[in-house]
C-alpha cells in the first residue's frame, strides 16, 4: 500500500488511491465468488452437503437487552456457568440419553444441537433444565427467567469464520421462530384479557415452545402437572414470511 502511494500522480489524492485499491481487491473478490457459484450450480455439488435431523434447543435470557453491559456480562457468566454444572455434572442423569454435539451462543442464551431423540425423552429434558434456572440468581439477586423453544429440524453443519463448527438450517430458523411468534402469541392473549404488558411478559417466563415435530408424538396427559403450571396449544401462529404452525406452550415450568 505504502508503495501505491508514494507513486501516486501528484493530482490523485491518497483517500481516492486507497478507494480504487478497495474497489478492484472488491472486483477481485467478486469474480472468484461467482465462479465458485457456478462451479457448485454446474455440478449440483450442493445435494452433497450433509443435512441432518437434530434436536434443536434455544434459550434466551429474559429481559437481557434491557440491561447495561456490565449487567449483561453478569447474567452471561451467571448463565453459562449454570448450563455447564447441569450439562457436565457427574450427577448428569441424562447423560447417555441426550447427545450433545455443539453450543452456540446467541448473545443472550444459546442453541443446543444434539442428537434426534425421543420426544417424551427430550422434554423431560427440557422440563428439568428450565426447572433448575429458578434456582438461579441474577446479578440483581432476581430469579434468572427464561424462555426455550425446541423441535427436532433439518441442520448442517459448517466451519464459521472463527473456525468452529457451528450450524444452520430449517431446524435452526424454526426454533427462532417459534420461540419469538409463540412467545407474541402468548403474550397477546394475556393482554386481551385485561393484564399488562409488564404481566405478559412475567406470564410467558418459565416456558417451553415446542413445535409440531416434537408435540406431535407427545401425550400431554403423561406431563407431570406437579411440574408445568399450564399446557397451551396456539394455533395458526404466523411469522413475518407468512408460514403457519401450531405450537405448543408448557407454560411457567416450576422450580425444582
Do not use: W
Request: hydrophobic share 40%.
Amino acid at each position: 500500500m505504502k508503495d501505491v502511494l508514494k507513486n501516486l500522480p501528484e493530482k490523485i489524492s491518497p483517500t481516492k488511491a486507497v478507494l480504487g485499491v478497495a474497489s478492484s481487491i472488491t472486483e477481485t473478490i467478486d469474480s472468484k465468488m461467482n465462479l465458485l457459484k457456478s462451479v457448485i450450480q454446474q455440478r449440483d455439488l450442493i445435494r452433497f452437503v450433509p443435512s441432518e435431523e437434530k434436536f434443536v434447543i434455544l434459550i434466551d435470557i429474559v429481559n437481557f437487552s434491557k440491561n447495561d453491559s456490565r449487567t449483561q456480562f453478569a447474567d452471561i457468566f451467571i448463565f453459562q456457568k449454570y448450563m455447564r454444572s447441569f450439562i457436565f455434572s457427574q450427577k448428569f442423569s441424562f447423560e447417555k440419553k441426550i447427545r450433545i454435539q455443539n453450543f452456540i451462543p446467541t448473545g443472550d442464551g444459546c442453541y443446543i444441537i444434539c442428537e434426534k431423540c425421543d420426544a417424551v425423552l427430550a422434554v423431560d429434558f427440557l422440563i428439568t433444565m428450565i426447572s433448575g434456572f429458578q434456582n438461579l440468581l441474577d446479578f440483581q439477586n432476581e430469579p434468572m427467567g427464561i424462555r426455550c423453544s425446541a423441535l427436532i429440524g433439518e441442520c448442517i453443519p459448517f466451519i464459521d469464520l472463527a473456525f468452529h463448527k457451528n450450524y444452520v438450517g430449517n431446524g435452526m430458523n424454526e426454533a427462532s421462530r417459534i420461540l419469538a411468534y409463540g412467545q407474541k402469541i402468548l403474550e397477546d392473549e394475556y393482554i386481551e384479557k385485561g393484564n399488562s404488558e409488564s404481566k405478559a411478559k412475567n406470564f410467558s417466563k418459565n416456558s417451553l415452545f415446542l413445535g409440531k415435530s416434537l408435540f406431535a408424538d407427545l401425550d400431554f396427559s403423561d406431563v407431570d402437572k406437579n411440574r408445568v403450571s399450564e399446557i397451551h396449544t396456539l394455533k395458526d401462529v404466523v411469522d413475518k414470511h407468512g408460514k403457519i404452525r401450531d405450537v405448543v406452550v408448557l407454560r411457567g415450568i416450576k422450580k425444582l
